[in-house]
C-alpha cells in the first residue's frame, strides 16, 4: 500500500463577517474551541428582533403619543432617553405590570419609541432616573 505525499486540510469555521462591520467577524462555538483562551465582550447587544412584532397596541399608543405631542414635551422634560421612558409606560400599560427585570423580554417581541429600536438591559432600565 502506497503513502499518500500530499496533506488534505482539515477547515472549519470559526465564526462569519459582520455584516455591519466587514473588518470584524462574530465568533461561533468552534472560535473558543480552537481559541479557549480569547476572551469574548461581556456586553452583548441583541440586535436581531422578533420575526413577528406585535404592533397593534403599540399603534394606539404611538397615536395617542403624536395627537397630544407627548414626544415633544417629554423630551423637554427629561432631554436624554425619553424613547426609553415612552418605551417604559407602554410596557407598563400593555404588560400592567412594572417589573423591569422583563423588559428585555417585551422590547423583543414589540416595536419600540428609542431610537434605532434598541433593546435595554433590565439593568439600565432599573436605574433609570
Do not use: W
Not at 31 to 48: S, V
Request: hydrophobic share 35%; charged share 25%; net charge positive.
Amino acid at each position: 500500500m502506497s503513502e499518500k505525499k500530499y496533506n488534505i486540510p482539515k477547515r472549519t469555521t470559526i465564526g462569519k463577517q459582520s455584516d455591519e462591520n466587514p473588518g470584524m467577524m462574530v465568533p461561533n462555538m468552534n472560535y473558543l474551541k480552537f481559541f479557549p483562551d480569547a476572551e469574548l465582550p461581556d456586553k452583548y447587544t441583541r440586535t436581531n428582533r422578533s420575526r413577528c412584532i406585535h404592533i397593534g397596541t403599540y399603534i394606539v399608543i404611538s397615536k395617542i403619543i403624536k395627537q397630544y405631542k407627548l414626544d415633544e414635551i417629554i423630551e423637554r422634560i427629561i432631554c436624554r432617553d425619553s424613547g426609553l421612558f415612552l418605551d417604559l409606560t407602554a410596557y407598563s400599560i400593555i404588560i400592567e405590570n412594572n417589573a423591569g427585570q422583563y423588559y428585555p423580554e417585551y422590547a423583543y417581541n414589540h416595536p419600540l419609541f428609542t431610537k434605532s429600536m434598541i433593546i435595554y438591559s433590565d439593568a439600565k432600565v432599573s436605574k433609570f432616573e
